[in-house]
């Protein structure tokens, strides 16, 4: 596609670029259908393109489909220059980007915004997850969550009531060095968790490097653990956590500055987000749009499961 027709390289080039319906259209299908359009119930490529509505209709099982079935944009009526503008902005802003900001300069709602960028989260889960963390990884835990005196007393006492007692979501990170990371948020920061995340991502055998919690001491027999003691100095040579606590300063001041508020149901979602940036910190705005616009396929969330929940996940 890069070699066909000039993209996009600043969201001012994006905005003009996808400002055409037809020019939307026409990079959508190239994307998605390299070798034209594929009806999505018998795989076809035999078809007939019906112009008033843009919709293709095969001519062996005469379903009718649209560039957005199959894909974070199906069942929604905002139209594909909003979705691919949207996208640009949420994977190329450091510190995130709001849905209100969204919403005021896409012109939607912000509700609308609001479910736009959790579907967009949905793409950003990239398929390197694949691929284990190796050689020198640093794991820390961290823990996310408004604080209860800051919180409504009937919303306070809601948590009170169902949780027992007030606390903070638990999440674990895997960072390797010059490298990706990997996040996951767990019930609370038992060893037993810990050490399932560890194995889950991290290739054994690997230089794991920890604080001196507790619960990295069974799983840190299956690597070359290596342990610094915060509470005698921050750094001892190459052994220190500081490349994932600079990550968790990074994720917390989105979630605080820009995000404001994070349902502990959704948490997951937007440490998607934040690793999706991290992780392709050395490409340029292009390159990570790009990226993020080849996971966009096969994924698909709906509104009522996005709100049907508001449990610890």
Same mark, same amino acid.
């Given at each position: 596609m890069?070699? &066909? ?20 259209? @026409? ?7 390299? &070798? ?7 795989? %076809?490529?035999?078809?007939?393109f019906?112009k ?11 379903? &009718?489909y649209?560039?957005?079935? #199959? +894909?974070?944009? $199906?069942? %929604?009526?905002?139209?594909? =220059? ?25 012109? /939607?709602?912000?509700? +609308? ?14 398929g ?11 794991? @820390? ?7 209860a005196r800051?919180?409504?007393? @009937? ?16 999440? /674990?990170?895997?960072? !390797?060095?010059k #490298? ?10 038992? $060893? ?10 991290v290739?054994?055998? %690997?230089?794991?490097?920890?604080? !001196?919690?507790?619960?990295? +001491? ?34 917390k001041?989105?979630?605080? #500055? ?15 987000? &934040?690793?999706?940036?991290?992780? +392709?910190?050395? @490409?340029? =705005?292009? #390159? ?26």
């Amino acid at each position: 596609m890069k070699d &066909q027709v000039k993209l996009p390289t600043t969201l001012q080039e994006a905005i003009k670029y996808f400002a055409d319906p037809q020019a939307c259209l @026409d990079f959508t299908v190239a994307l998605r259908w390299p &070798q034209g359009p594929v009806c999505p119930r018998c795989n %076809s490529l035999e078809h007939r393109f019906l112009k008033t509505r843009s919709v293709w209709e095969c001519k062996r099982c005469k379903k &009718q489909y649209s560039v957005k079935v #199959g +894909t974070i944009f $199906e069942d %929604s009526a905002v139209k594909l =220059d909003k979705w691919l503008c949207a996208i640009w902005m949420i994977v190329n802003a450091k510190n995130g980007v709001s849905s209100y900001e969204i919403a005021r300069s896409l012109g /939607v709602t912000q509700k +609308t915004a609001w479910f736009m960028m959790h579907r967009i989260r949905l793409a950003l889960q990239h398929g390197s997850i694949d691929r284990k963390l190796m050689g020198e990884v640093e794991v @820390d835990e961290t823990y996310i969550g408004g604080k209860a005196r800051n919180m409504h007393h @009937d919303k306070r006492a809601k948590l009170m009531q169902n949780e027992g007692a007030f606390r903070k979501a638990v999440v /674990v990170g895997m960072l !390797e060095r010059k #490298g990706e990371v990997r996040t996951a948020v767990l019930r609370t920061a038992s $060893e037993k968790l810990l050490g399932k995340s560890v194995r889950e991502h991290v290739v054994p055998g %690997s230089h794991l490097i920890t604080d !001196e919690a507790a619960g990295y +001491t069974k799983v840190g027999r299956e690597y070359a653990h290596k342990v610094i003691n915060h509470a005698e100095t921050y750094v001892k040579g190459t052994v220190h956590t500081n490349s994932i606590e600079n990550y968790w300063s990074l994720l917390k001041r989105g979630i605080k #500055g820009t995000y404001i508020s994070v349902e502990p149901f959704h948490l997951f979602r937007y440490l998607d987000e &934040q690793s999706f940036r991290f992780n +392709t910190r050395k @490409d340029n =705005d292009q #390159g990570r749009f790009m990226l993020a616009l080849s996971s966009i396929t096969g994924r698909r969330v709906q509104y009522r499961e996005l709100i049907g929940r508001t449990t610890w996940h």
